[in-house]
């Protein structure tokens, strides 16, 4: 018992720190992505090629002069950055990373949990995060700041529904199962979801977009007509929490999609390589392939991300609301009906 505690503890500790080391590394590939579109350099004055450029951006965000409106709800206003950067990190639990490896006839899991509800507790958790938002936003006082999270709590709304019946067809695709793993391992054995669910990944992809806060769907904090939106009035590492966590929501979110549409840690002929290599079930080489094929996929994602903040200009807010309730709702039932008749020609749905 005491072993397996000890062990889960070193994978939350792993996970953790390869939530915040990408989030931390995105923000300079963020930059450095930019200036490749642009004809620039980017950061290169910390470190070797910048590439000490987060931690001095991150030791700025620490030594910078905290500021707390006298105005403010004060402990509201510091709950708010708070709550939004705990739910951020927390997604990460029940994303596998890679095939489970067996060390001395013992098997280990590099998922900090497998629960059989995984689907839910993921959209559990990103529900809560933007009481966040209208948390910080509120208890600020400040107009700008109630505007950004009205509008960051009506985008969420618009957003979620479309993105949940996109997953619904996605969970009748793989048999109904809710688990993470077990989505992934389906995967293994025949096509990856993105053959069976082209519009729902499109529909999934886009309010993504819209859930994560980005460009072109980064209303709540239009710098154009609300200042910073949601997080005017914060300075220091508050600032910096909301900052981060939107690079932490990017990562998980293309970790999800990697998992939930490509196959995860799976690639195309990986058995193929693996016999090719004499390699096993439960070998090491196994899982550091499979999580080098995954971390690639997510990579190529947040790129995606990217290269849309940097390409396309900022909807208008009817223009938001007009596509997620016209446009994706839609969208979403027709997927949803066409996924339930395809399995059914499938065998895979008795009426």
Not at 249 to 256: C, D, G, K, T
Not at 317 to 323: A, E, K, S
């Amino acid at each position: 018992m005491i072993t397996f505690v000890i062990y889960k503890l070193i994978v939350c500790v792993v996970v953790f720190a390869l939530s915040l080391g990408v989030a931390a590394y995105a923000t300079l590939w963020e930059r450095k992505f930019s200036a490749l579109l642009q004809d620039r350099v980017g950061p290169d004055r910390a470190g070797p090629k910048g590439l000490l450029q987060p931690l001095a951006d991150g030791g700025k965000m620490f030594f910078k002069e905290e500021i707390i409106p006298n105005v403010s709800n004060r402990i509201l206003f510091i709950l708010g950055p708070c709550i939004f950067m705990i739910t951020a990190v927390m997604t990460s639990a029940v994303i596998p990373w890679c095939k489970d490896v067996s060390i001395a006839g013992k098997v280990y899991s590099m998922q900090i949990t497998d629960i059989n509800i995984g689907v839910l507790y993921l959209f559990g958790v990103v529900s809560i995060g933007v009481y966040g938002i209208m948390i910080g936003g509120w208890a600020s006082n400040n107009k700008y700041a109630l505007l950004g999270a009205i509008r960051a709590s009506s985008q969420m709304i618009s957003y979620e529904i479309a993105m949940g019946i996109s997953v619904i067809a996605l969970i009748i695709t793989a048999g109904g199962t809710l688990s993470l793993r077990e989505i992934v391992e389906q995967q293994d054995a025949g096509f990856a979801n993105i053959v069976w669910q082209p519009l729902g990944f499109i529909i999934f992809f886009v309010c993504a977009l819209a859930e994560t806060n980005r460009a072109p769907f980064d209303l709540p904090e239009c710098e154009a007509e609300l200042v910073g939106g949601y997080h005017t009035e914060y300075s220091s590492m508050k600032l910096g929490l909301f900052l981060f966590a939107e690079y932490i929501n990017m990562f998980i979110s293309s970790a999800v999609m990697s998992a939930f549409y490509f196959g995860g840690y799976n690639f195309p002929w990986s058995h193929e390589l693996y016999d090719a290599l004499g390699l096993h079930d439960g070998s090491k080489w196994i899982a550091i392939i499979g999580f080098g094929a995954f971390f690639t996929k997510i990579v190529i994602f947040i790129s995606v991300f990217m290269w849309i903040r940097w390409t396309l200009p900022r909807f208008r807010y009817d223009q938001l609301m007009n596509l997620g309730w016209k446009i994706l709702l839609p969208l979403s039932l027709l997927n949803l009906a066409i996924t339930v008749g395809v399995e059914f020609l499938r065998g895979n749905i008795h009426l």
